[in-house]
């Protein structure tokens, strides 16, 4: 019997709205789907472990990635790198697993023009203010970071248009149960 391909699902939406929480929830439930493991030049915080939260690598083999054209997509925020890795991408879906990316929105813009088979969900927060309430509470980033990454919520919205689909994370359980809808359709095409 051969083994079909998987499909390729690109989550994003500003930091905070929740695309963790609600990824974590259908990854329990979804075993066919993996979830990509992005790089990063940030250090890592207390809780997190390389190669399974992020692989941490140095500025320098960073840049060394983007000249050897080996990521899908990177971007830099808050001075530090983030981008994922063409093999991660192809050896998941050749094996048959469906692969999310949870990436910020300039990196699925790269993965939409580079990928096209790709499908991009946009994940929205239920008001600014709760966007703003979400961020605090989190406690993971200075006063500076999180006013930077309200700032350029605007920018994500308008580019929101430009993906296949938008959930509203208002109910958890209602935003993973809709994006499992998702999923289950797009498989089917």
């Known amino acids: ?20 929480t609600i990824i974590h929830k259908l990854l329990e439930k979804n075993p066919n789907i993996k979830l990509s493991i992005s790089a990063t ?3 890592p ?11 941490f690598i ?8 983007i000249k050897e054209d080996k990521l899908a997509e990177w971007a830099e925020f808050s001075g530090n790198y983030y981008g ?3 093999d991660t991408i192809n050896n998941t879906l050749q094996n ?4 999310i990316l ?11 023009n580079k990928i096209p088979s790709a499908v991009l969900i946009f994940i929205l927060p239920p008001s600014f203010d709760e966007l703003q309430k979400r961020l605090t509470g989190r406690n993971t980033e200075k006063t500076e970071e999180i006013k930077q990454r309200l700032a350029i919520f ?21 935003a993973t149960e809709e994006l499992q809808k998702i999923i289950s359709r797009e498989k089917q095409n």
């Open 1 to 20: 019997m051969q083994k079909t391909s998987g499909k390729l699902f690109v989550i994003s939406g500003p930091s905070g709205v929740g695309k963790g």
């Open 41 to 43: 030049t940030r250090a």
């Open 45 to 55: 915080r207390p809780h997190e472990t390389d190669g399974v939260d992020y692989y």
């Open 58 to 65: 140095s500025r320098d083999n960073f840049t060394k990635l």
């Open 84 to 86: 994922t890795y063409y």
């Open 96 to 99: 048959g697993y469906d692969l």
């Open 102 to 112: 949870e990436i910020e929105v300039k990196g699925a813009m790269q993965i939409k």
């Open 154 to 174: 605007e920018d994500e919205y308008a580019k929101s248009f430009e993906f296949n689909y938008k959930i509203t994370n208002d109910n958890l359980d209602e």
